[in-house]
């Protein structure tokens, strides 16, 4: 798995590709807290056009963040979402947690 981050005006964008699994839960955490104290960063979109894989664990790891986002007051969406990514959200009923923006 790797993890761009882009941040514009307001908002950070976490673009991952390959596998989204238990391995990179500490790269992924590693990435995203300094986006939850930086007070200019007021939403994080995560890009999910380039999974391929995911495991439960990566699951855990988009609720927990979820969570922190809400703890710092911070919005959170699911953007580009396709392919194999659709199907494991959609079987999980993330779109009742996240706001889910699929690719057209």
């Known amino acids: 798995m790797a993890i761009v981050v882009q941040i514009r005006d ?18 992924f ?35 927990l963040l979820n969570e922190r986002c809400k703890d710092a007051g911070k919005s959170i969406s699911l953007v580009n979402v ?8 959609t079987i999980s009923n993330f779109n009742k947690i996240f706001n889910i923006k699929s690719a057209s």
């Not at 396709?82 to 959200?89: C, E, I, K, R």
């Open 29 to 63: 955490k590693n990435i995203y807290m300094p986006l939850l104290d930086n007070a200019a960063v007021h939403e994080i979109e995560i890009e999910m056009s380039q999974v391929d894989y995911m495991d439960s664990a990566a699951l855990g790891m988009l609720i």
């Open 82 to 89: 396709s392919g194999y990514a659709t199907q494991v959200l």
């Open 10 to 27: 307001r908002s950070a964008r976490l673009t991952i590709s390959g596998r989204f699994e238990f391995m990179m839960h500490r790269d």
